[in-house]
């Protein structure tokens, strides 16, 4: 299999400013009221430890895993609820936490089941929007970098489950 070119696009000094600055903006927003982070997996796992760790409101984490159906860089917009949260989120204060917005598919199917069990509040926080390619009218509350084209690899971010461990996020060439 050939080798996909990697290049530079954010250095994991980068990512910890925008993680920073992401986490004031939470802390801001709710004060000393106890929030529910939800991770989306599997794509924002590190991200997700690297916030939690930043914020200073009270919290809780809980885990969800959605697979989402399609081409190894493009989805099909068919989304799969593969492991569920283990906590209620009536009446909480709730961030979901993922990795990329792309065409909105996946993050559309997640909000609105959510929404369905009477969160007080429920935001969206994405490490990355590509908001270009929106294909559902959905938004993210919190954004750490928008990126216009491209797909990216590393920080948790896959490509056919390879490449999550690097440190820092990079666009696949040719993807
Ligand atoms: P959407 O349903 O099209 O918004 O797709 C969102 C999901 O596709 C994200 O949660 C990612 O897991 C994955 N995805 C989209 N773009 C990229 C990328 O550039 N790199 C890695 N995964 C991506
Ligand atoms: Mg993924």
Same mark, same amino acid.
């Given at each position: 299999m050939d080798q996909p070119e990697l290049k530079l696009l954010y250095s994991r000094e980068y990512i910890a400013d925008q993680v920073h600055r992401l986490a004031e903006e939470i802390d801001r927003d709710h004060g000393s009221r106890e929030i529910l982070l939800i991770s989306v997996l599997k794509g924002s796992f590190l991200f997700f430890a690297d916030l939690v760790r930043a914020i200073s409101t009270p919290l809780a984490v809980d885990f969800i895993r959605l697979a989402s159906y399609g081409s190894d860089t493009r989805t099909s917009g068919i989304v799969e609820l593969r492991k569920d949260l283990e906590m209620s989120i009536e009446d909480r204060d709730v961030i979901i936490v993922e990795d990329i917005i792309d065409s909105g598919h996946t993050l %559309?199917? +997640?909000?609105?089941? &959510?929404?369905? #069990?009477?969160?007080?509040? +429920?935001?969206?926080?994405?490490?990355?929007?590509?908001?270009? #390619?929106? =294909? !559902?009218?959905? =938004?993210?509350?919190? !954004?750490?970098?928008? &990126? %216009? %084209?491209?797909?990216?690899?590393?920080?948790?971010?896959?490509?056919? =489950? #390879?490449?999550?461990? +690097?440190?820092?996020?990079? &666009?696949? =060439?040719?993807?």
């Open positions: %559309e199917f +997640l909000y609105y089941r &959510l929404l369905q #069990r009477g969160p007080r509040t +429920l935001r969206i926080c994405t490490l990355i929007d590509k908001r270009s #390619r929106r =294909e !559902v009218s959905i =938004e993210a509350d919190y !954004v750490g970098m928008a &990126l %216009e %084209e491209g797909f990216v690899v590393g920080y948790g971010l896959d490509h056919d =489950e #390879r490449y999550r461990n +690097l440190p820092d996020i990079h &666009l696949m =060439e040719g993807a």
